[in-house]
């Protein structure tokens, strides 16, 4: 069962993110293990969140249906939080959850709704910044420093300011505190919620056999699948920017049947996927016709 304070933060997050012009849709199927709370669409820009009161209590089937869900959808995907692990999460802090971001409510609302944009991060505990190399460069520049000057200044080698402006690169909060004081905040790069980075998830081999079969009946090039254990959407297949978005009905009851497939309804309208229902495999053969049109094939 859900606790009070989980479905108050619930709330608060979509009235945050209702606030900063998203149409935003609560899911809430499955009951118990689910990858995603809320799913919310802006223009282009589509954003999928899991909301949880501690970071750590996220299974790692979760973790990696965020992950296909961002690849599938090319949504963006958070996670609000109240603690990471034991710690309650700061406000000025952007904490890292195998490569999702865990933010809590105070940063969502000042990133949304005030455009205070973050620029620490904490990965596994250490906190640092990312330094954008081209401003740091151009600043080195406008200062009359040399690469050793600087490295003598902050007291790192010659060969980590020239990755600091060849690379994307990330710094200790002690250094960034120094680099600050010669060169101003201006220098560090700021972390966009609305990351993309991985909207290029690989697959990973399909076991779901409705869904293998499916993919296999319609035959076409360069066909994507994915297949989620924590969503209302069992599967998808996926070319360039479409997607048909896969939920088995068969063997479910009445009750779970219908809140199955109003969640399912909610994550397309807004992910633009187009939906398909399969309460018998058997009609595959059928339904790929439907696919085919879907893409254009």
């Not at 223009?43 to 961002?70: F, H, M, P, T």
């Not at 996926?238 to 497939?261: F, N, P």
Request: aromatic share 8%; proline share 2%.
């Amino acid at each position: 069962m859900r606790s009070r304070m989980l479905d108050e933060l619930t709330e608060e997050t979509l009235d945050i993110l209702s606030r900063a012009g998203f149409i935003v849709r609560e899911i809430n199927y499955p009951e118990e293990g689910r990858s995603v709370d809320i799913v919310g669409g802006s223009g282009g820009r589509k954003i999928i969140l899991k909301v949880v009161y501690n970071s750590a209590r996220i299974s790692r089937r979760e973790i990696d249906d965020l992950k296909k869900l961002s690849a599938t959808y090319k949504a963006s995907v958070l996670i609000v939080s109240e603690k990471y692990w034991r710690n309650e999460m700061e406000d000025d802090v952007v904490y890292v959850r195998n490569d999702i971001y865990v933010v809590n409510k105070n940063l969502l609302r000042n990133y949304f709704l005030r455009n205070n944009r973050p620029l620490i991060i904490n990965l596994r505990g250490t906190y640092l910044l990312r330094i954008d190399n081209k401003s740091f460069a151009r600043k080195r520049i406008e200062l009359g420093l040399s690469r050793s000057e600087v490295a003598n200044k902050l007291n790192v080698s010659k060969e980590t300011i020239y990755q600091y402006e060849t690379k994307r690169s990330m710094t200790s909060i002690q250094t960034a505190i120094k680099i600050a004081n010669l060169m101003g905040e201006d220098v560090f790069e700021e972390v966009d919620l609305m990351d993309e980075s991985l909207f290029n998830q690989p697959e990973v081999p399909v076991e779901n056999k409705v869904l293998y079969n499916l993919a296999e009946a319609v035959k076409i090039k360069h066909l994507r699948v994915f297949e989620f254990s924590t969503t209302p959407v069992d599967g998808a297949l996926v070319k360039d920017d479409k997607s048909v978005s896969i939920v088995q009905l068969a063997g479910y009851s009445r009750e779970e049947m219908e809140l199955k497939t109003e969640n399912a309804v909610k994550m397309s309208s807004i992910t633009k996927s187009a939906p398909i229902f399969i309460d018998d495999e058997k009609k595959i053969e059928k339904i790929k016709h439907a696919v085919k049109e879907i893409f254009g094939e």
